[in-house]
Structure formats: C-alpha cells, structure tokens
C-alpha cells in the first residue's frame, strides 16, 4: 500500500509555487539584512556588538538552511519523483530531514540567545556589563551548531526516525508511531516539540519583559519633570538614548513573529500525533 511516507511520485496535489515564494523572499530577506548589518558596521566604524553578532549569526544559519533544502524541492518537482524516488533509497531524505530540524532548531536557539541578551541588556545593565562580551557570542553560536547537530544525529543512532511527507517532497521527523517502532521514535518527536515549545515561549516572556523595562525607562523620565521645557529635552534625550534599544526590539519582534509563525505548525503536530495518534498525512 503506497503512502506519502514510501511513494516515489509527487502527490497530485504539489504546488511548486509556495516553496519558490518561499526560497526567494528567504534568500532576499537574509541577503538584504546582511547587507544592512555591514553597511551599518561601516557607517559607525565600529565593532560588532553582541546583538549584532547573532543577528548575523541568525541571518546566515537561515540562508545556508534555505540554499541547502530549497534545491532538492526544485529538483523533485521538476522530475515529478519524490526525494526517495530521486535515489532509490532513505539516504537523501534523512539528509533532508536531518538538515530540516538541523536549520530549523538552530535558528530558534539563536533567536532564544538573542532574546535573552536584549533582556539582560535592558533589565539588568549591570550584569550585562560585567559578564557580556562579544567574545561570548562568538563562543555561543558553535555551541548552538555543536549541540543542534548531537540532538538531530540522535535518529541515526536509534532514538527518533526521519520520514518523508506529502507530497514527497520534503522529510522531516515522524511524529507517530507505526507499526515496528519502538517507543524511542514518539520520544524524539515530544523531545523536539517540546524544546521548540520552551524557547518560543522562554523567547515571548524576554520580549515582553524587554517591553517593560523600557516603558518603565520612559515612564521614570517623565516623573524626573520639573517644567513643561525640561520635559520636553528629557524626553528628547530618552529617545536618543533609548532609539537603538528600541530599533533592536523591533527587529527582535518581527523576526520571532517570522520565526514562531514556520515553526510553530510542526511543533503543535508533535503534541498532537502524540496524544491522538494514526493521523492521515494528507490531512497534516
């Protein structure tokens, strides 16, 4: 019985159109901000910052992500064959699937990292001073690649199982349990939804205390008033002071809501193909 998990042809309902939008605006996205981190290096003739750092980090982990899996859907496409039907065995689509998470998880550690350094540079200066470095973040970014790539080898090893998924041409953790598979295969698949669950939330609380501590900031700036004209340069002063900050939390927003809105689907299907299991695939 031929099923997404084991066809070699294209379901009939692939549209090669979503993943092209989603290639390009990926590649243009990442290329253009980039583009705007070195351009604003430039500019200030300055180093780096601890932020920008894992921005950049962020911003090349997603294109490399992008570049590696985008290619093989084309590919599929074009010849109508699945990524099992391209080779003839699992060995294309466990890269796929391994590349997938990889890219996947690794991104929202480092949009998590980022998350808490603006938190801690905000809400606690102090701490942030002392024990906040650029050399931090350049010691981060291969501890995330290093334990992203130990948790996604973990299905070679036997804890977890990769599988492809309609319409044949994408693979990505199997998040049921079939006929043959031990209790290590919907382990994984909750160990995974689970860490993804944590850091989008652990992300939304940083921000939201971020958002705090700056109205607070603005608040406290205003009660200092002692006329309308000293109020008026104090507030002028907050925001000169308090524009990269703010500049930072917007870019900070609009890449979790970019982030949380791709990863949030497959972390929900974990939870749920583990509580009520045998799922159709179409239907996921």
Not at 2 to 23: K, L, Q, Y
Not at 84 to 96: A, K, M, R, S
Not at 226 to 235: A, E, F, L, M, P
Request: aromatic share 12%; net charge positive.
């Amino acid at each position: 019985n031929e099923t997404c998990e084991n066809t070699t042809r294209i379901h009939a309902d692939g549209n090669p159109v979503a993943s092209t939008v989603m290639f390009i605006a990926g590649v243009v996205g990442n290329v253009v901000a980039l583009a705007i981190l070195g351009i604003h290096r430039k500019e200030h003739r300055s180093k780096s910052s601890v932020f920008c750092i894992l921005v950049t980090g962020l911003a090349v982990t997603d294109l490399l992500g992008t570049c590696f899996l985008s290619p093989l859907v084309f590919v599929s496409y074009a010849r109508n064959t699945s990524l099992l039907g391209l080779v003839g065995t699992h060995g294309l689509c466990d890269f796929f699937a391994f590349a997938m998470t990889f890219f996947g998880l690794a991104s929202m550690l480092i949009l998590f990292a980022m998350a808490v350094e603006r938190c801690l540079a905000i809400s606690h200066p102090y701490f942030y001073s002392k024990h906040i470095s650029r050399s931090f973040a350049k010691v981060l970014l291969p501890l995330v690649y290093i334990f992203t790539c130990i948790f996604c080898t973990l299905p070679f090893l036997g804890y977890g199982k990769y599988k492809q998924y309609c319409p044949g041409t994408w693979c990505f953790i199997k998040m049921e349990v079939g006929e043959g598979d031990g209790s290590q295969v919907l382990a994984f698949s909750l160990s995974y939804a689970t860490l993804m669950a944590f850091l989008i939330v652990a992300v939304f609380l940083c921000n939201g205390s971020v958002i705090v501590s700056l109205c607070q900031m603005y608040k406290n700036q205003l009660s200092r008033r002692g006329s309308v004209v000293s109020s008026n340069r104090k507030r002028k002063s907050w925001i000169g002071q308090g524009e990269e900050e703010v500049d930072h939390l917007m870019l900070l927003a609009s890449m979790t809501t970019i982030f949380v809105i791709c990863s949030l689907p497959l972390t929900i299907c974990g939870f749920v193909s583990a509580i009520s299991p045998g799922g159709n695939d179409q239907k996921n």
